[in-house]
């Protein structure tokens, strides 16, 4: 398996600021990292694909340009969100294959409220 | 795009009884894996199910699939107070590398003691 931390568990900042959120494979090298979105007593929305060494894949319908990632290396996925608003406050949480066909090993969240 | 419908969408059961839930999905998939979301917290992957199995057990858990109806269930035996959460099917499209995982809707469960 695989060990995945985040970081915060949850944050609050004002409208217009920008909030990072890292997510980190603390005994697998990650190639790849995922980044979902998950409102209140919803389900978990795919917003993009890390990949590490080159760009985000994004999901249709999600601004790159506002939901900044990075994947420097095979351990740490940061995802920022730019000039934040109030219906950006959700729970973001990343998530690890070790393997295509396997199970996923996910963050334990990040609860994100923009006042 | 989501693709998995689960139900039902809330289940309120006696401590000791049997939770089934429900999960039906659109396309070809490599697998589909149930995980467990308590409130506020990440997902624990519970079980696996690769398209070629029908079946699958694992402590008080028994999965099912049915390829032909595009659709599998959980059934979670002797459920607990500590089996509150929301249970939610994920499937891994062939199409998409069976990397990424597409969610159901959940079902919420909350067992009564």
């Known amino acids: 398996g695989a060990v995945v931390s985040q970081h915060p568990s949850w944050v609050i900042c004002k409208s217009g600021t920008s909030v990072k959120i890292e997510c980190r494979s603390l005994?697998?090298?990650?190639?790849?990292m995922f980044w979902y979105r998950q409102f209140p007593k919803q389900s978990l929305m795919l917003m993009a694909t890390s990949n590490e060494g080159s760009k985000a894949t994004y999901e249709q319908g999600v601004e790159k340009d506002k939901f900044l990632i990075n994947h420097a290396s095979l351990t740490l996925s940061t995802l920022t969100v730019t000039s934040a608003h109030p219906e950006d406050s959700s729970f973001y949480i990343c998530s690890v294959f070790t393997g295509a066909g396997t199970e996923a090993f996910f963050g334990q969240g990040t609860r994100l409220t923009v006042v | 795009s989501q693709q998995g419908e689960e139900d039902p969408q809330a289940l309120s059961i006696q401590e000791g009884e049997n939770a089934t839930m429900n999960c039906s999905y659109k396309t070809s998939i490599n697998n589909l894996q149930w995980y467990r979301q308590n409130s506020g917290r990440g997902l624990v992957h519970l079980i696996l199910?690769?398209?070629?199995?029908r079946e699958k057990h694992s402590g008080r858990l028994r999965v099912t699939l049915d390829t032909s109806k595009k659709s599998s269930s959980l059934l979670i035996t002797a459920s607990r107070a500590a089996d509150t959460a929301s249970y939610f099917c994920?499937?891994?499209?062939?199409?998409?590398?069976?990397?990424?995982?597409?969610f159901g809707q959940g079902t919420r469960l909350t067992i009564n003691p």
């Open positions: 005994d697998f090298q990650a190639t790849t």
């Open positions: 199910i690769r398209s070629n199995e």
């Open positions: 994920a499937t891994a499209p062939i199409a998409q590398g069976a990397q990424k995982l597409v």
